[in-house]
């Protein structure tokens, strides 16, 4: 029994609010249930050094959490002079999960900032940042496609990310905060919306895990991002 | 005639959401207009180190912005690896301006740490940050008192702050970004709900201003004040 | 009764040592009795990068407190590896204020750097240095205008700076360090030789002020200041 | 056809060399083809101040790479002053899956420091960490266990790590430097002697891979991974 | 011909100013010709963490330099947000010296922290640092004898530092900045009241320098060490 | 006796293995005994802003300790966010040593680095650095030479290092660190082919040290470099 009551495959309510904040070309406060991020994506008209005069753009991604989204406060990343490994991890995540669905050279020499600003943690704040992003992202194309006149569209496709893992010798599906803080496996899983893996990363935390294992939770992933998938699908409306 | 059609001693619409997160003992969101802020109050069950052993509590402030509260995107100061001198003088003012009515002896060896943080800024951001911050601190003493059996209330009064100037040659109330980026003068003043001054911060920006000129400036102050005052008390229900 | 044993509206005695070291275009040892700051102006010719192209101007200033200025040690902020908040606060503020009588279009695209160096702490070496510095920055602008055959002077009027507060419930001027750090409030005032103000800044330390005695504290500066601007003139020679 | 001749399922040959330097209780030179790192371990008779008085102890990693052990040289990171983000990435991996292995209590209350400093990068240099380090600190455990009069061995069964990945449409098994930086698809896998998972990071770079090139990587992973800790039980005389 | 004018083993005047600063324990502006630099010794009752219960006392030194005490104004360090290595060095060199005339077990467990900041620059900052330091560090000495009651000086000898160079072929004592800036050599000694070698740095700059350089190079520096530690004695009226 | 049972004048054996590792184009593990460094010299074709279009060369080094190449762990310094001012030091000392045989207009404008990264240490470690860095800078110059069709040779002469002291009142070659640790004296020279000086840094630890003394270690130094220079001429096939 799951202590949120949910069935092993069952997500939380998942919900996108598209415009949260009025200056970002794209701005999504995503919800996960009790997990909620704020997501922009910015456009800007230049690209990292390393990669001027190719003609090609870049996706690149920050997070961060505010200081009291969690139980008890954090220190502030800002004062405390720098971002701690765990975030450069997820923001690292974040930026090379999107590119995924990028083409650099439809996007033209130019620069997609995604932000993630987690302002209530409950666990699986990457796989909602991820997830809420794509949306943000989807938002500021659009607007970028109309002002600058692009004619291809640079993201190809979906991508959305969800947790699996293993709770009390169960595989079970978007884990919460207390499932997640007491997992023996935990697994972060990004695909697209031809059900192709992005990334998998996964843990043990407490006791090794089976081939069997993995392929149960990432049965329960394939579901999960599905519905994710379908769930953007209805806010952006595509088909 | 000001760009968003106010009058000169009209305040924009300013609106209290209460628990707007769940972990903080105190959470408010607070909006000035298009200007929001998140403010939570949280209680630390100890005091920096220099105070400790001597009975009494400290409230201190952190101020932030996500990376895209703004009209072009600002570096996110956690990767950047410090605070801009901007940034630590608004929450110096914060933290100053609320231990004003705080009575620390009544608080007890504990600390309350306010975290402001921007998620959409249209001017006034330090003001409204500290008035919604005094909401927040009052939700986290009234749990704390309850929590803890404190017999007095260590908060005594209220307080809230406002900012004027002078545009277009003309002293005005809550200067929204337009405003603000084009005034002659501005002046961030926080006040107590016994009409009298905590903090006074004018700056000319581009021409001196003169003694009359400060005396509209501050009577606007007053009248934003008491309106603020009368807000927060209508939300936390006081008389 | 203060400290001191000086009248409620007297200052300490004031001198400025012109060319007090040899490098700097301007050069002054202020001192306002016993607290003591080396103001120099570096005239750079190139402005930040943000700047360039524009044909203006700029004026920047930093300050610093040798670590036995002050009663006890303080830790050198070079190896602490930043700058303090109050560091930031007052080298923002001198700035500020030197931009203010400065027409940048005058000046040209050049900066002055304005660095002001605390060797003895005895209250006030933000207003200390404001008054030395317009003195070092007036010297290294007659140096400039000889050397670059500038036709119109850069700098418009003078300006100083001093402080006031409310010390045993009375209006005082120019606080030294036994009544600043007992002070109920205290303010920090720069004006113009046109008696306008360019920054006010008022702190209630114990108690909040009223209306009144803010009316009292802006007299006493006013007194102050047009003090200072007459010493400045007679070190000058101006008339 | 592989850059070097190698069938698919091949790995590089790998050398571990002990005692490689003589201050650490444990140290390794490990090699895989033209990948070489030296991993130490050392017994701290400490913990982490959040962990003290638990009667537990821990497993901590740092990693590095000397400035010239890639084709062109790096920063420095102790110059730069931070480390970057794959540094960090990469030394929690080591530190996580080790401690995958480690009792904490019967460790008692004292620390094991990995650290993995590559001196020649030919791709693979997290995975050949791993796997050396796990001989380096089971060197390092054993002579704790005679100094100390430990009871019971600290590390339960090995484990080891290897990547796979898809390069040029095929999976193959322990990429090397022009096959990582080419390839479609990177997988870094680490396993215990039980044939378990303790990680599994598999990063899309060029398309999404499909749930068929999952398991086969996985096959190729699991080969490889046999052979390392038979590789690693031959050099401790294990059986 | 030295640019000075000066013969080529004539010192600069030398001048001690006791007492220049009031709060330091010992406080002295010492002048090297253009040299320029307060000299502070500070007594702290206590001693860094890994020197405590020892029953010894310690001496370390920072060194500093006003940003516009050289020609062209140089970065400060506490903006910048670290020491150069060029200071870093200084500051140790200037400590290590000083330890060497200090008996640990008489100080008793205290530190003596001593600082150096040049006000005004023309070559051997570092020499006159260490000169000055030592008569700043006396009288920090004698007033702690007082008050705590020490039976024994902890201080045993004198001490003082001089450069000397080769400079158009010539040996030459205590270098100018012209001289500095053009040497072949360059080379600083620090010596005791008992003509013995505390530390001597040379540095070939332009060409290599012989065995005999090197002896007329010490003659040189031992000839104005005595006529520098005369001058400490005259000033600190020791025979 | 000397703790090795060496004679006062013996050097440890020392071993340069050319083509240590792959990518440098300069190599060397050096050791004096089992003091081990690898030094490599990298090319790179451009210099410092600093020093651009002057059409000369730079020559730089840095300096690294394995946190474990030392009896009991040293931090790290990367993940402690700055090098030590003792790591800085010696980076500086490698540097300046090598620049005083390169012609920097023959080098052309490019820059050789050169990194020492001790991977075990007993004492002399900057010394054996300095001595392994020539041989490894010898290398990639003559590659440079051939890949860029040099025609004069950018070094002249060859340069070695090794330390002397004073140890249980007898002067010594070649301190290991037993020796290093307890020395009364500990200085470090650097030498040329031509038997003159390029650095001579003394220290007195324990007692200053007089003239005697000193001369009797520079003739230790004298006989221990010119051992060096040979063991260099003969790996390097000089004649």
Redesign the interface.
Known sequence: MRPSGRANDEMRQVTFTRDF????EG?VLVEFG?T?V?C?A?I?ENVPGWMRGKGKGWVTA?Y?M????????MR????????S?????I??LIG?SLR?VVDMEALGERQI?I?C?V???DGGTRTASITGAYVAMYDAVQKLMKKRGLKRNPIHGQLASVSVGIYNGEPVLDLDYPEDSNAETD?NVV??S???????????EG?????TE?NSM?DLAEKGIRELIAAQSAVLNLD
Request: hydrophobic fraction near 30%; charged fraction near 25%.
């Open positions: 904040t009025c200056h970002a701005s009790n909620k704020i922009t910015s800007e920050e961060g505010l200081p009291r989204s969690t139980h008890s406060r502030r990343e800002a004062s405390g002079g720098k971002q490994g765990r975030t450069q991890e923001q690292r090379r995924a900032m932000d600003d302002i209530q943690a697994m695909m697209n031809g059900d192709h893996f992005i990334e998998v990363q996964g843990t043990a006791h090794a895990f089976t081939r993995m990432l």
